[in-house]
């Protein structure tokens, strides 16, 4: 299979091979290898968001709709947006802040209602849950660990009042709860990015291999 | 004018977003509308941004500054990867014809985001690479961080290394094998303790709280106390 590549599939698998390495040499220091593949990544990335927004927003959303489907009054965020560009003006860019505000306003109406509806109330609403209604002792035991948590976090994390007494009690062992909850945590993202690692290691193995095999 | 108007804006378009909450049947599209609104005005935000990147570093290229080359690497990698994205892909819009009666026809499956375009290749030969290998590299630094933080110096750091130690065994095969030579129920016990248990109820605790901060930010910024977000001037 790898001796029936073409050159492109050549091309594209050094190529890889070489952003690959560049960007791992950071390992050993800092050097122009590196600092190359790590503007490219910056300007890639840029690039990819500014093809995202323009076809599934700017051309989606606001260009279609308004010349094929007649939608005319999208042309008030069209304005809006355009306006977010003043930004660049010394003498003008407060007129940004018109459609800044209108974005911030509304993101703000629906977190308002969003947080406390779809998280707090909820979470809430999760935890309150009666001990003996699961199955057996492991349920409760279950139970009574997540109100525990859920309160000594709290507290540990309401800085209003001095952490002494029963107050510092809790907060005690909210830090406990905390402490475990990050090393899970800590666990799992390690776990993710020795993954990635060795996909990474798989690649230069296999495929960067395989073509060098087949070339030389 | 320059404060008081933006304050407005924010309250009205704020105060909508709540009111159709409560009443959304009687407000009928209102706020599907205003949220396609703020989807169109933030993605000129990004656009924005990425011109942004575009003027700063092209300034930098063109007065020869530190490190122009690499500058005008980004400022090359930019333009590559956003304009072939932003150029038409068929000839049946007006653009199009215009394109098309300067460049030839063929090049239109090379336009636009499909999947023999230049955006696609070069997302997916360049950009998606380095962007694995950048989240592969933290693994290096994270196992570094681990060496400082994993010491067991006191009870909450020795509760953080042998929770961590115990989910990394849990996650591999090995480790879940090695963790049954205790007990059979051993890894159903870490899922069912440490992950649904212990995790869940900090997890809980934590969004609660960010959700009232956020909540309260909400409020505040609807009401007009809130205005960092003005910036100064």
New interface residues.
């Given amino acids: 299979m790898v001796e029936s590549m073409s050159f492109l599939d050549h091309f ?1 698998i050094w ?2 091979a070489y ?2 390495l560049s ?2 040499s ?2 050993y220091k800092d050097n122009p290898f590196y ?21 599934s ?2 051309l989606q ?2 260009i279609n709709p308004m010349f094929d489907g007649g939608q005319w009054w ?1 042309v ?3 304005i ?3 306006l ?2 003043t ?2 003006s010394r003498n003008y ?2 007129i940004s ?17 969003s ?3 779809g ?2 109330i909820r ?2 609403w ?2 309150m849950i009666p001990l003996d209604g699961g199955s057996g002792a ?1 349920s409760t ?2 139970a009574l ?10 507290v ?2 309401y800085f209003s009042k001095e952490h002494k007494g029963l107050m510092g009690a809790t907060a005690k062992i ?18 993710g ?2 993954s ?2 060795i ?2 290691i798989e ?1 230069l193995y296999y495929d960067w291999g395989g073509s060098l095999l087949s070339i030389f | 004018m ?2 008081t ?3 407005i ?10 009111v159709s ?1 409560f009443f959304g049947g009687a407000l009928g599209d209102l706020d599907d509308n ?20 575009l ?1 700063v570093n092209g300034k930098v290229v063109a007065k020869r500054g530190r ?1 122009w ?3 005008l ?10 304009i072939p ?2 150029l038409p892909v068929s000839t049946n819009t007006v653009g199009g014809r215009i394109f098309y009666s300067i460049f030839p026809e063929s090049w239109g499956s090379r336009m ?2 499909g999947p023999s375009s230049i ?1 696609d290749w ?2 997916n ?3 998606s ?12 630094f ?2 570094s961080a ?1 060496y400082r ?1 994993f010491r067991a110096r006191n ?3 020795s ?10 065994l ?3 095969p090995m480790g879940e094998a090695l963790l049954r030579l205790f007990s059979d129920s051993l890894p159903d016990y870490i899922n ?21 901060g ?2 309260s ?3 505040r ?2 009401l007009g106390i809130e205005r960092t ?3 100064k ?1």
Avoid at chain 2, 74 to 81: D, E, K, L
Avoid at chain 2, 129 to 140: G, K, R
């Fill in positions: 594209q190529l890889r952003l690959i960007l791992f950071f390992l600092k190359l593949s790590e503007h490219i990544f910056a300007g890639l990335s840029a690039g990819y968001y500014v093809g995202l927004i323009w076809q927003v700017i959303q606001l999208l008030f965020p069209g809006l947006g355009i977010m560009f930004r660049l860019s407060w802040r018109v459609s800044l505000a209108f974005v911030i306003g509304n993101t703000a109406g629906i977190y308002l209602v947080e406390l509806h998280k707090a979470q809430i999760a935890t492991a035991i279950l660990i997540v109100i525990t948590g859920v309160i000594s976090t709290l540990y994390f909210g830090i406990w709860f905390i402490m475990i909850s990050f090393g899970a945590h800590f666990g799992y993202t390690v776990m990015r020795i990635l690692l996909g990474r690649f | 320059r404060t108007l933006p304050v804006v924010a309250f009205l378009s704020g105060f909508v977003m709540v909450f205003a949220l396609q609104w703020v989807t169109i005005v933030g993605g000129f935000t990004l656009v924005l941004g990425v011109f942004s990147i003027r490190d080359p690499y500058k690497a980004t400022v090359i990698s930019v333009v590559a990867m956003a994205s932003m636009g985001t955006y070069l997302f030969y360049i950009d690479p380095m962007m694995e290998t950048m989240f592969a590299m933290l693994a290096f994270i196992a681990a933080a009870a909450e750091a509760l953080l290394l042998i929770t961590a130690t115990v989910v990394m849990w996650r591999i069912m303790y440490v992950m649904n248990g212990f995790n869940v109820s900090v997890q809980r605790g934590i969004i609660i709280g960010a959700a009232l956020a909540a930010m909400s409020l910024i609807i977000y003005m910036g001037g």
